[in-house]
Each structure stands twice: as C-alpha cells, then as structure tokens.
C-alpha cells in the first residue's frame, strides 16, 4: 500500500517525503523501490528532521514584529499541506517524537497546515 501511495503522490502535485530509519538492515535486497524513500541504518534525531523539513523561519524569533510574522505566517498557510510523523519503536523513539512534535508548538503547527503524530509502541 506504501508503494501504492507513494507513485500516487510522485505523480501528483502532493510533495511526499518518506524516511524510515532501521537498527538493522539485514537484507538489503528486500527494500522495495518506492519514489522519495531514504532508509538510513541509524536511529534518528527526529526534532532535527522536523527542523529541517519545516525550515523554521526567522518569523519564530521573538524579535520580528507582529506585522512580519503574519505576512510570513500567511504566506506559509497558502503553501501548507501539513505534516504527518509516524514512529514505531521502543519507548523512547516514540517518546522523543512526541516531545519534538510539541517543542514546535501551535504556531508552527498552524504554518505548515497542521501537524499529525502517529506513534506505535513495541520492545523486543
């Protein structure tokens, strides 16, 4: 179903980024290709990829006026389709995707089109 909605969105105007992030790759082979799919062997830092999909822009310093943050945050509204966050693991992956999906906060969140967390708990 991946590979289904992946190809979907390749030929589309959507914009779908998949990374899955794995401890151990044991059969390469088996990977399927699927259109805009990065696999890494490491475990990721999610509130830095959060950072660098979202791009946070100047307008979150507190420093920018009023007027500045609503162009920009309008701006950004337009663009937005949202951002979806899926972890499965251990307690701690799913905890600390949990903490950076809130360290980005409602304004954040508003900017991109909403902000969604999937978590699935297990341990071997």
């Known amino acids: 179903m991946l590979i289904d909605i992946a190809t979907a969105a390749s030929n589309s105007t959507i914009d779908l980024h998949i990374s899955i992030f794995v401890t151990c790759l044991c059969n390469p082979e088996a990977v399927p290709h699927i259109p805009n799919l990065i696999v ?19 307008s979150s310093e507190k420093e920018d006026s009023i007027e500045t943050q609503c162009e920009e945050s309008q701006t950004l509204m ?3 389709g949202g951002v979806a966050v899926c972890a499965s693991g251990p307690d701690s992956l799913t905890r600390d995707s949990q903490n950076a999906v809130a360290r980005l906060g409602l304004t954040v969140g508003m900017d991109v089109g909403g902000i969604a967390l999937h978590t699935e708990l297990f341990t071997l």
């Open 78 to 80: 337009g663009s937005g």
């Open 40 to 58: 890494t062997l490491s475990r990721p830092s999610v509130q830095d990829l959060l950072k660098d999909l979202i791009s946070l822009s100047p």
